[in-house]
């Protein structure tokens, strides 16, 4: 089955994203790409979250943690981020080489383009505008270890086209600016209409196809996280509110002066 074989030009650029969840076979953040930094993650209930800025552009880095190659699927806002179907686990996704990261920019047009994620209002998400809002806010990785064949079977195999991708250029991480912080949310506590993620500009993002036979018909591995504004996450009290301000009274009670204390 025909896969797709992430650039690993990509790997030592990538390297430093961070992770916002640390699984057993590989990592996954979410970057803000109007900042350059990983976004920060808070849990509730089990659950992962990421405040998301509307307007922004964002990427989900994913890192395999494993000596062998690993299929990755995508799913944002239950729509597989490869193909635009309704997101399924049996789906095409992104091969990683052993050790290696990728930064997901945004929906897959062809073999060389995306179109950006970004952080949207609702009615302007993808999901939306294809008539599939239900599940919008969230964001899935599933993970499939590579079926290998017997040690005395791959002596004389053929190398990985995937390590041919590593002559591409990628060009998703040059408008990365400086890391900066989150401005105040001086509405922190009011509940803003939910977010989803936008179909945006295109953009370069070479790949090529690769083979892959997974071990197992289902996952090894699940990684799931949720994003919404940050003055919604502050609202269901997954990111603490602001400390609150005591104004002075001036009439808190008592009836005559009482002496100061010596």
């Not at 809002?133 to 969230?138: K, L, Q, S």
């Not at 995937?162 to 890391?179: F, I, M, W």
């Not at 892959?212 to 990111?239: C, K, M, Q, W």
């Amino acid at each position: 089955m025909k896969r797709f074989a992430a650039s690993l030009a990509a790997c030592a650029l990538l390297a430093t994203a961070g992770a916002a969840s640390a699984g057993q076979l590989i990592d996954v953040a979410v970057i803000d790409r109007s900042t350059g930094q990983r976004i920060q993650v808070y849990q509730q209930d089990g659950r992962l979250y990421v405040p998301g800025a509307p307007g922004n552009r964002y990427a989900v880095s994913i890192t395999n943690k494993t000596s062998g190659r690993v299929l990755t699927v995508l799913s944002v806002d239950g729509i597989n981020a490869v193909t635009g179907d309704t997101a399924s686990t049996d789906q095409a996704g992104y091969v990683l080489g052993p050790y290696q990261s990728f930064e997901i920019n945004g929906w897959r047009k062809s073999l060389n383009e995306v179109a950006a994620f970004y952080f949207t209002q609702l009615p302007d998400s993808y999901a939306a505008r294809t008539n599939r809002p239900d599940n919008v806010g969230v964001i899935g990785v599933t993970v499939f270890r590579e079926s290998v064949p017997p040690r005395a079977a791959i002596t004389r195999a053929p190398r990985a086209r995937a390590d041919g991708a590593a002559r591409e250029a990628d060009s998703r991480t040059a408008d990365a600016a400086a890391p900066s912080a989150l401005p105040a949310e001086p509405q922190a506590l009011r509940r803003q209409e939910k977010i989803g993620t936008g179909h945006g500009e295109r953009e370069r993002s070479d790949v090529a196809y690769t083979d892959f036979r997974r071990a197992t018909s289902h996952p090894a591995e699940t990684i799931t996280v949720y994003y919404d504004t940050r003055a919604n996450l502050v609202a269901r009290g997954v990111i603490p509110g602001p400390t609150p301000v005591v104004e002075p009274n001036p009439f808190p009670g008592g009836r005559f002066v009482p002496d100061p204390r010596t």
